[in-house]
């Protein structure tokens, strides 16, 4: 898709209206996984998203992780309303964080004009077709609160009637830049809050580049490509939710068809 900005300032207007209307909702379901997995950080050992972190140390990570995610999501929901996010600070890493800023939010309003008036498996589904159940397994190697909170919130969007079989290929509708620039500025704000203790910051940095920026409700799903869909996910939870289990499930049905959510936790549920 093309990278130039559309100068339509109405446009603009409504969108920014609409992404910062729509940040609250999705913050709802997508926000619960980090505190979660702070209670339950014993059982995310082994292959979860923060193993390679120290376990000495690994709660304050946790915490400055959370802290960094909610700051971005504040200072996106800032820039879309037109409001300077980094203040009157021009030092140099202050000004990368901006630019950054502006790129999610602007490319995310060209997602959003991409997706606007798509029609049936675009922007909504075909509600003449029975929803098909989708189930999500957990697996060992799973943080459970990363999966909870993953496969929660797709349970929610189902009942809600915004899931669906999204027509087309979703990597011809995907802007990389978006999650690219959000992880980006994610671990730049890491570093600019622990400046203090460089070490740490760059410790809780490179735990937060093993996770990935997730698509809350999945492009596949009928998700939006912008800001306010991603959540920090580990890995291992996100590709095998995504490719292992929705894509497969879903690969043959007919585009817009809608979608339901069962959970399964064990083998004999």
Avoid: C
Avoid at 86 to 95: E, F
């Amino acid at each position: 898709m093309s990278d130039t900005v559309r100068s339509d300032k109405d446009l603009h207007d409504r969108l920014a209206d609409r992404i910062t209307s729509q940040a609250d909702e999705h913050e709802s379901g997508a926000r619960p996984h980090l505190r979660r997995s702070r209670a339950g950080l014993n059982r995310t050992r082994g292959k979860g998203a923060l193993a390679a972190a120290v376990e000495t140390g690994a709660e304050k990570i946790l915490r400055a992780i959370e802290e960094a995610e909610d700051q971005l999501h504040k200072h996106l929901q800032d820039v879309s309303k037109g409001v300077r996010a980094m203040g009157d600070n021009h030092a140099r890493n202050d000004k990368n964080i901006e630019t950054m800023l502006q790129s999610i939010v602007k490319r995310s309003r060209d997602q959003d004009a991409v997706r606007d008036g798509g029609g049936i498996g675009k922007d909504r589904p075909d509600t003449t077709k029975d929803p098909h159940t989708v189930t999500l397994e957990w697996k060992p190697g799973m943080p459970k609160q990363a999966f909870e909170r993953k496969a929660r919130a797709l349970q929610r969007l189902g009942e809600e009637g915004k899931l669906f079989k999204f027509k087309g290929r979703t990597s011809d509708y995907r802007d990389s830049k978006i999650t690219a620039d959000y992880k980006g500025a994610l671990t730049a704000l890491i570093h600019r809050n622990h400046k203090d203790d460089p070490d740490f910051a760059t410790e809780a940095a490179a735990a937060a580049r093993k996770m990935e920026p997730d698509h809350t409700n999945e492009l596949q799903t009928g998700g939006p490509d912008a800001w306010r869909n991603l959540r920090m996910l580990d890995r291992f939870t996100n590709q095998d939710i995504g490719n292992a289990q929705i894509r497969q499930q879903i690969k043959d049905l007919p585009d817009g068809n809608p979608i339901n959510i069962d959970i399964k936790w064990w083998p004999d549920d």
